[in-house]
């Protein structure tokens, strides 16, 4: 395999115990980490951040991403507090040892490019000299939700660098392969993650995504998985018939979900040359 995987791990477990057996058990060794035991990767504190690294070094287990928060807010919230969060955010990410940190591109944002250009060149002025690199996800309903608006931010700032999600595409209207099209120069990684035109996710392959394509077009290494599967805590106490007119992509819990996403993307790979 030509290719090293990633996950959410949190939508496993809530708790790096339990993150760690999760990605054991489907032989992921890096984590795209957003949930520590209960709070968001943006909330911890560096002793806390030590104490994660030392559990992870441990078990084999590499820290990709942080999975942050970072440019997920209006912008008329209070960029000032954001930014202080993030500078936390970069020395945790070198307490973590991971060089990637997952952003967006902020909400309400009609009409208002020159503040979210603003706000982003704040992220990249705080980042200077510290050997991080901004990844720029495509988030349904801020400014860079289709691939015209995220091109307009790669070709603004070279520095920052894209996370592929097709989901997220699907979700927002847009075509993944006329996306790759326009994007591919920027991508750093892909979240794997795909969608029915309705929206709702799916594991790899199954949905509109057209995951195998771009797998094959993709020249860089590591993928993470980030399920966001349905999970119906009753599932093993329903009659057969009631199973069967649910979602056919639903769990009876989190780990199973988060095994589930993992085995199609496997599967989806053996069709990639």
Known sequence: MKFRLAAF????????????KA????????????????SNISEISA???????????????????????????????????????????LENAHILGCRHIRMFSFYGTEGRKNEVFERLAGFIRAAEGQDI????????????????????????????????DPANFIQSG?????????????????????????????PAGK???NLPYLLSQYKEEVLTIEPHLTVFA???????????????FSYPDSFTAFSAACDALKEVLTQVS
Not at 174 to 202: C, F, N, R
Request: charged share 35%.
């Open 133 to 164: 690199i901004l990844c720029h996800e495509n988030e349904k309903g801020i400014y860079g939700d289709i691939a015209s608006r995220c091109l307009e931010i790669h070709r603004e700032f070279p520095d920052i660098r894209a996370v592929f």
């Open 47 to 89: 002793d806390k951040a030590r104490e994660v690294r030392k559990r992870l070094d441990d078990e084999g287990i590499a820290v990709w991403s942080l999975g942050s928060p970072y440019g997920k807010i209006s912008l008329d919230d209070d960029f000032k507090l954001h930014l202080e969060s993030f500078k936390r955010g």
């Open 23 to 38: 990605m054991h058990d489907n032989e992921i060794a890096l984590l795209e980490i957003r949930g520590v035991d209960g």
């Open 234 to 248: 009753g599932f093993d106490k329903l009659e057969n018939v009631e199973k069967t007119k649910m979602n056919p």
């Open 207 to 209: 949905g509109s995504g």
């Open 174 to 202: 847009q075509d993944t392969i006329e996306a790759w099209d326009m994007l591919s120069p920027y991508v750093e990684y892909m979240h794997i993650k795909d969608a029915m035109p309705d929206g709702s996710v799916v």
């Open 9 to 20: 791990a949190d939508e496993a477990s809530g708790e790096i115990k339990g993150q760690v």
